[in-house]
């Protein structure tokens, strides 16, 4: 049996999304600049793709930019907007627990004299409204904030965050990491207060390489690439069309049944807890109801190398992340578990299996089965002392 | 560009007596392996005690000179021009315009070196290289004779065409594959053992490689670098047969009857076992291991003492004398100091001890190893006969 518990880090693509993409590749291969027919034909894709994710989040088509993906659209968001509103300001607010596509892109703002407050989490990845509140500023031009934290699925409360920021100052843009939080909650960006927000395409099962940027209108940013002025100049670049259009397919998709799909997911996740809970020596980081993400659990298995039971896993056709690379390999040690502070014996020793709506009840059970067996076997040879 | 040809010259092998064709027929053979690999066609020759190259139209230059360098037996690599005998007056003309092209500062000292290999040539060599000489110092009036030490050495062959050459680029040396044997290599995903590998090798030993593979402690990636590390080495000594040896039960069934600090050095002595077992199937005459003395607690004297003891064949270990910086400077040079790096090897720490023996005592030893009697040969089997085997070229 194979189970495939790594949604978080990729998705299986959906047949309608590898249909579009096809079509766009074979017969509807234009350039979407092009003057004549072809481009055109390459252009109605966009569009299309477009018009979809616009409704999805009742925004205006125009304030989509395509990416390469999530880590494009967060550098975009930090880089462009702070560049564009360095005069407003050099101040910067993020959390502990940001990806790393948001936390480099941070070290490399601050070494260009931008001045960056990290703000710390509690036990559960939640940020600390009264802290974000102390950390505004006049001198502040953004904060960014993950929805749906990557690893252990806590989600931040974004409206009310929202909220302060604007009440302390107006001015301060708002953008929000949702590349795991998309697909998993109904997002309105223009009534959430959410000035930009980032979404990635193969975290939905749509294709990798694909993403966006939403960009509230009259919001000031810069480009971070330059070339034939596509996008508005935002984002040059020939249009990714396959991919432009694999991924408007799979946001359409995915919020078809929303709540039904939702309602799965909690309870798969639901059955899944309690069988974690079961098992010996088990801690699960972050809270399991509803006010964590559906789709992330992220557990820590006392005395067992989060990496050995993945591979033990893997040989059971079970797949999974390791929330933390073996320390002795000075792999860097997540930056998440550390900010919830989890203890230094679950550190290297926590796996994330992440779900998607593809999952079944039966891999949820075969998973918790083979984890039982497999823990016995592996803890027989611990490191003696 | 303007070389369509190289002259091989190989050192040692051309000393071998009765033997000497069958190190020829080696070199041409890996010279034709390595150039399988570049952008061109070629035709190799044996003529007379000197191995040809001559590209047959287009070729990357660059491509064929890194792959020339890398074929074991060749001691230098001359790209040369090859022009048919239309008298010497035409010679001294094609000569001149070498230097032209080549050397367009022309303001070097020289010596013109002509052998007369084809006897029916009107001049001796001694008249050649006068006449030449006399050309050059005409054409050029800023070059100078000297016979000593001169900065560039003009070559004139006189063969069945006229050859003429003026650089050596050397080679790797040793001898070419396949005229010493086998071996077989014991492989982990180190720095130390592609290095050795690649030492005996370079003795024109073919190579073959064993690795332990102890899943789910050691990943799938980790097989793919010990993979990847065998394909660099095989860019020297050709294809290497890779036997991948599950040896995860084995250490397990050792970490649960034996001494914890013992464990390093029982599973080597295994390890050795099985890899000589191997060997013995595969036709190798002899181990090769990246080992060093003293560089880590399994490999002091005594340590090599024990684990060498279970072993009939014997073992090479080329780097023995080697500090650990000197074997990267080779791994370094043969490139695969980088994928030796790669950083996904042991999650199986936690079978090594904290304290393991520096100092094994044999008899103690062989009495844990009584320890795993009931099943332990039974274990080999298996290893053995579900080992994985991938040719890496």
């Given at each position: 049996?194979?189970?495939?518990?790594?949604?978080?880090?990729?998705?299986?693509?959906?047949?309608?999304?590898?249909?579009?993409?096809?079509?766009?590749?074979?017969?509807?291969?234009?350039?979407p600049?092009?003057?004549?027919?072809?481009?055109?034909e390459?252009?109605?894709?966009?569009?299309?793709?477009?018009?979809?994710?616009?409704?999805?989040?009742?925004?205006?088509?125009?304030?989509?930019?395509?990416?390469?993906g999530?880590?494009?659209?967060?550098?975009?968001?930090?880089?462009?907007t702070?560049?564009?509103?360095?005069?407003?300001?050099?101040?910067?607010?993020?959390?502990?627990?940001?990806?790393?596509?948001i936390?480099?892109?941070?070290?490399?703002?601050?070494?260009?004299?931008?001045?960056v407050?990290?703000?710390?989490?509690?036990?559960?990845?939640?940020?600390?409204?009264?802290?974000?509140?102390?950390a505004?500023?006049?001198?502040?031009?953004?904060?960014?904030i993950?929805?749906?934290?990557?690893?252990?699925?806590?989600?931040?409360?974004?409206?009310e965050?929202?909220?302060?920021?604007?009440k302390?100052?107006?001015?301060?843009?708002?953008?929000?990491?949702?590349?795991?939080?998309?697909?998993?909650?109904?997002?309105?960006?223009?009534?959430?207060?959410?000035?930009?927000?980032?979404?990635s395409?193969?975290?939905?099962h749509?294709?990798?390489?694909?993403?966006?940027?939403?960009?509230?209108?009259g919001?000031?940013?810069?480009?971070?690439?330059?070339g034939?002025?596509?996008?508005n100049?935002?984002?040059?670049?020939?249009?990714?069309?396959?991919?432009?259009?694999?991924?408007?397919?799979?946001?359409?998709?995915i919020?078809?049944?929303?709540?039904?799909?939702?309602?799965?997911?909690?309870?798969?996740?639901?059955?899944?807890?309690?069988?974690?809970k079961?098992?010996e020596?088990?801690?699960?980081?972050?809270?399991?109801n509803?006010?964590?993400?559906?789709?992330?659990?992220?557990?820590?298995?006392?005395?067992?190398?989060?990496?050995?039971?993945?591979?033990?896993?893997e040989?059971?056709?079970?797949?999974?992340?390791?929330?933390s690379?073996?320390?002795?390999?000075?792999?860097?040690?997540?930056a998440?578990?550390?900010?919830?502070?989890?203890?230094?014996?679950?550190?290297?020793?926590t796996?994330?299996?992440?779900?998607?709506?593809?999952?079944?009840?039966?891999?949820?059970?075969?998973c918790?089965?083979?984890?039982?067996?497999?823990?016995?076997?592996?803890?027989?040879?611990?490191?003696?002392? | 560009?303007?070389?369509?040809?190289?002259?091989?010259?190989?050192?040692?092998?051309?000393?071998?007596?009765?033997?000497?064709?069958?190190?020829?027929?080696?070199?041409?053979?890996?010279?034709?392996?390595?150039?399988?690999?570049?952008?061109?066609?070629?035709?190799?020759?044996?003529?007379?005690?000197?191995?040809?190259?001559e590209?047959?139209g287009?070729?990357?230059y660059?491509?064929?000179?890194?792959?020339?360098?890398?074929?074991?037996?060749i001691?230098?690599i001359?790209?040369?021009?090859?022009?048919?005998?239309?008298?010497?007056?035409?010679?001294?003309?094609?000569?001149?315009?070498?230097?032209?092209?080549?050397?367009?500062?022309?303001q070097?000292?020289f010596k013109?070196?002509?052998?007369r290999?084809?006897?029916?040539?009107?001049?001796?060599?001694?008249?050649?290289?006068?006449?030449?000489g006399?050309?050059?110092l005409?054409?050029?009036?800023?070059?100078?004779?000297?016979?000593?030490?001169?900065?560039?050495?003009?070559?004139?062959?006189?063969r069945?065409?006229?050859?003429?050459?003026?650089?050596?680029?050397?080679?790797?040396?040793?001898?070419?594959?396949?005229?010493?044997?086998?071996?077989?290599?014991?492989?982990?995903?180190?720095?130390?053992?592609?290095?050795?590998?690649?030492?005996?090798?370079?003795?024109g030993?073919?190579?073959e490689?064993t690795?332990?593979?102890?899943?789910?402690?050691?990943?799938?990636?980790?097989?793919?670098?010990?993979?990847?590390?065998?394909?660099?080495?095989?860019?020297?000594?050709?294809?290497?047969?890779?036997?991948?040896?599950?040896?995860?039960?084995?250490?397990?069934?050792i970490?649960?009857q034996?001494?914890?600090?013992?464990?390093?050095?029982?599973?080597?002595?295994?390890?050795?076992?099985?890899?000589?077992?191997?060997?013995?199937?595969?036709?190798?005459?002899?181990?090769?291991t990246?080992?060093?003395?003293g560089?880590?607690?399994?490999?002091?004297?005594?340590?090599?003492?024990?684990?060498?003891?279970?072993?009939?064949?014997p073992?090479?270990?080329?780097?023995?004398?080697?500090?650990?910086?000197?074997i990267?400077?080779l791994?370094?040079?043969?490139?695969?100091?980088?994928?030796?790096?790669?950083?996904?090897?042991?999650?199986?720490?936690?079978?090594?001890a904290?304290?393991?023996?520096?100092?094994p005592?044999?008899?103690?030893?062989?009495r844990?190893e009584?320890?795993?009697?009931?099943?332990?040969?039974?274990?080999?089997?298996?290893?053995?006969?579900?080992?994985?085997?991938?040719?890496?070229?």
């Amino acid at each position: 049996m194979i189970a495939y518990l790594d949604n978080s880090a990729t998705t299986k693509v959906l047949d309608s999304v590898q249909e579009i993409m096809v079509k766009t590749m074979v017969s509807d291969y234009g350039n979407p600049s092009s003057m004549h027919k072809k481009g055109v034909e390459a252009e109605n894709y966009i569009k299309e793709a477009r018009n979809c994710l616009a409704k999805v989040l009742k925004v205006e088509g125009k304030e989509i930019v395509f990416t390469s993906g999530g880590t494009e659209a967060n550098n975009l968001a930090l880089i462009g907007t702070a560049m564009a509103n360095q005069r407003a300001g050099k101040h910067i607010i993020t959390s502990c627990i940001e990806h790393p596509s948001i936390t480099n892109g941070m070290n490399y703002l601050e070494k260009e004299g931008f001045e960056v407050t990290y703000l710390s989490v509690d036990k559960n990845g939640l940020i600390n409204l009264e802290e974000l509140k102390e950390a505004v500023r006049k001198d502040t031009i953004l904060v960014s904030i993950m929805y749906v934290n990557n690893e252990i699925g806590a989600v931040e409360p974004i409206e009310e965050i929202a909220a302060i920021i604007k009440k302390k100052n107006p001015n301060v843009l708002f953008h929000v990491d949702a590349i795991q939080a998309f697909g998993k909650y109904r997002i309105y960006p223009k009534r959430m207060g959410i000035d930009l927000l980032s979404v990635s395409g193969h975290k939905i099962h749509g294709p990798k390489g694909s993403g966006f940027l939403y960009i509230c209108s009259g919001v000031k940013i810069h480009p971070i690439l330059f070339g034939g002025g596509q996008q508005n100049g935002i984002r040059s670049g020939t249009e990714n069309v396959p991919a432009i259009a694999g991924l408007g397919k799979a946001a359409e998709e995915i919020y078809q049944n929303f709540e039904t799909k939702i309602a799965y997911f909690y309870t798969l996740k639901a059955h899944f807890i309690e069988g974690i809970k079961k098992i010996e020596g088990t801690q699960i980081h972050g809270l399991t109801n509803q006010d964590s993400a559906p789709h992330i659990v992220s557990v820590g298995f006392l005395g067992i190398r989060s990496e050995v039971l993945l591979h033990a896993l893997e040989e059971k056709g079970i797949f999974v992340s390791a929330g933390s690379a073996c320390a002795s390999n000075k792999t860097a040690v997540s930056a998440t578990l550390k900010g919830i502070k989890v203890e230094q014996n679950y550190l290297d020793s926590t796996i994330r299996f992440s779900f998607s709506i593809f999952t079944t009840e039966e891999e949820i059970e075969y998973c918790l089965l083979t984890l039982q067996k497999t823990l016995e076997q592996l803890r027989r040879y611990t490191r003696k002392k | 560009m303007l070389f369509k040809a190289f002259l091989i010259k190989y050192g040692e092998i051309g000393i071998k007596g009765k033997n000497r064709y069958l190190f020829e027929d080696a070199l041409v053979r890996q010279i034709g392996f390595a150039l399988k690999e570049v952008e061109g066609a070629f035709s190799i020759s044996k003529e007379q005690g000197r191995i040809y190259i001559e590209a047959d139209g287009e070729y990357d230059y660059e491509e064929t000179i890194a792959a020339l360098k890398r074929v074991f037996g060749i001691v230098g690599i001359c790209p040369m021009i090859q022009i048919e005998d239309k008298g010497f007056e035409n010679l001294a003309e094609e000569v001149v315009n070498y230097i032209k092209q080549i050397y367009p500062e022309n303001q070097l000292t020289f010596k013109v070196h002509a052998r007369r290999a084809r006897k029916n040539f009107p001049m001796d060599s001694m008249t050649i290289n006068k006449e030449l000489g006399d050309r050059i110092l005409k054409a050029f009036p800023m070059m100078r004779v000297d016979v000593h030490q001169p900065e560039l050495n003009i070559y004139v062959e006189i063969r069945k065409q006229i050859h003429i050459y003026s650089e050596t680029i050397p080679g790797c040396k040793g001898m070419p594959i396949g005229t010493n044997g086998k071996g077989m290599l014991l492989l982990s995903g180190g720095i130390d053992s592609p290095v050795a590998g690649w030492m005996v090798a370079k003795r024109g030993v073919e190579i073959e490689a064993t690795y332990f593979h102890a899943p789910p402690y050691t990943s799938e990636r980790a097989k793919q670098k010990v993979i990847d590390l065998a394909t660099l080495v095989a860019r020297y000594a050709g294809p290497i047969k890779l036997h991948i040896v599950n040896f995860t039960d084995i250490q397990l069934y050792i970490y649960d009857q034996c001494p914890h600090e013992e464990l390093t050095i029982i599973m080597r002595r295994y390890m050795m076992r099985i890899a000589e077992r191997i060997a013995v199937e595969s036709g190798a005459l002899g181990l090769i291991t990246g080992e060093s003395i003293g560089q880590v607690a399994s490999q002091t004297m005594q340590s090599l003492f024990a684990t060498n003891e279970v072993c009939t064949m014997p073992v090479f270990r080329p780097v023995i004398g080697f500090d650990k910086l000197e074997i990267v400077d080779l791994a370094l040079k043969i490139q695969t100091y980088e994928t030796s790096i790669q950083p996904f090897e042991d999650c199986c720490t936690i079978f090594v001890a904290k304290h393991p023996v520096t100092k094994p005592n044999l008899k103690l030893i062989k009495r844990s190893e009584e320890k795993l009697v009931e099943k332990i040969d039974e274990m080999i089997e298996t290893a053995i006969s579900t080992r994985e085997i991938v040719i890496c070229k």
